[in-house]
Every structure is written in C-alpha cells, then in structure tokens.
C-alpha cells in the first residue's frame, strides 16, 4: 500500500515484504491547460512544461552535482533523469510519468549523503492551474512501475497555488541507511538554481 506524503513525514525506504529499496524511480506526472474561448467556444490546450531536478550533496551538505534536463546523469552514475517533457500530457492523463529520476543508492558515490528532489514550473505557470499534478516514488523502472511505494498530490493541495517552484523531498543517509523526508514545500524561487540554493539553506 503506498503512503499519501504528507508534509514533513519522514519514511524509511523498506518495501512491502520488509526488504529495503536498492533503488527508487521518482516520476512526476501532468497535464496541459484547458484554455477556453471566447463565449466558452474554441478551447485550447497550453502545454505546460514542469522540470524535476535532483541535488547531490557531501555529509557536510556542500553540493557536489545537479541532475536536470541540461544534465541528465550524475558524475558517479547512480541518478539518471529520462528526459525533458516540454507539453505534459496534452490529451489527457496516460497514466504514465512524463519525467522520471531513478537513484541507485549502492552506487552513488560514498561521499553522497543527501538526494534532494524539487520541481520548477519552466514557463512560470502556477501549480495551481496545472492539471493532475502528482509525484510518485516507486520500485521499478522509467517504463515499467513493479511498486509504488508513496504517492504526493500537488494538483489537490491549496497550498501550492501562486507558485511555480517547491521542494518535493530528501533522501538521506542515516547510520548507513537511506530514509526519505517528504518536505512538499512551495517555494518563492522562479528557477532551479534559486531552488537548489534555498534547499541548500533550509532543508537539509
């Protein structure tokens, strides 16, 4: 059963039958914009284009790399990103993820220690307006989902409404073990580096 996020929740990585996740995929799902015409004829989809980007940081949280659509794999090779979606899904939710981050934990460099994850609105349209928003982690791969471990709603939550930029969550290592905070805050920054910048501040 996946856990609904909510803001703040700290989760360890372990699967249903207690074995703990070697890997995770994070894939953020969305629509285009239902513009409507004039009188209510003639409407229109606007493509959105929603960015997820991932930020490796030491155990002294000095940011040592940033996966995002202008660099799709870390130096070590244990994140990989599936690609720019420059539309979301302009006829309606497929049901599949329009960008996927997977993280190999076991081969992420040894001075890793936290994987920060944050999503920015590209054109600067507001989340509130972007349908079927959602962010999902799970076991699996960029085509194939074997099980959905948490689930975060982004078109459902208030609170997100007059902003084009959050913080989805942090994986980070304790003691050995990789666990997950769900921080699911908005953010006042307009473009990732601001982003990676403000979680480098406040939420490590």
């Not at 699967?15 to 003639?42: R, T």
């Not at 329009?98 to 190999?104: F, K, Q």
């Not at 999902?136 to 099980?147: F, L």
């Not at 769900?182 to 982003?195: F, H, S, V, W, Y």
């Amino acid at each position: 059963m996946a856990i609904n996020l909510q803001k703040g929740q700290r989760i360890s990585l372990e699967k249903s039958n207690g074995s703990k996740l070697q890997s995770v995929c994070v894939g953020i799902n969305w629509g285009a914009i239902e513009k409507k015409g004039l009188f209510g004829f003639g409407a229109t989809k606007e493509a959105v284009d929603l960015d997820a980007s991932c930020a490796l940081y030491d155990d002294n949280k000095q940011l040592i790399d940033v996966v995002y659509f202008g660099h799709l794999k870390s130096k070590d090779g244990a994140v990989k990103h599936s690609g720019d979606d420059l539309t979301g899904d302009m006829a309606g939710d497929d049901g599949l993820d329009n960008e996927v981050i997977t993280v190999d934990f076991a081969g992420l460099g040894s001075n890793i220690s936290y994987v920060a994850f944050v999503l920015n609105s590209f054109r600067g349209q507001d989340f509130a307006s972007i349908p079927f928003a959602s962010i999902r982690i799970y076991e699996g791969s960029p085509k194939q989902v074997n099980e959905v471990f948490a689930t975060y709603d982004i078109a459902n939550s208030s609170g997100f409404a007059g902003h084009v930029s959050m913080v989805m969550g942090v994986f980070y290592k304790k003691n050995g073990e990789w666990k997950f905070n769900a921080i699911g805050e908005p953010t006042k920054d307009r473009k990732l580096e601001e982003t990676v910048k403000t979680v480098t501040q406040n939420y490590l």
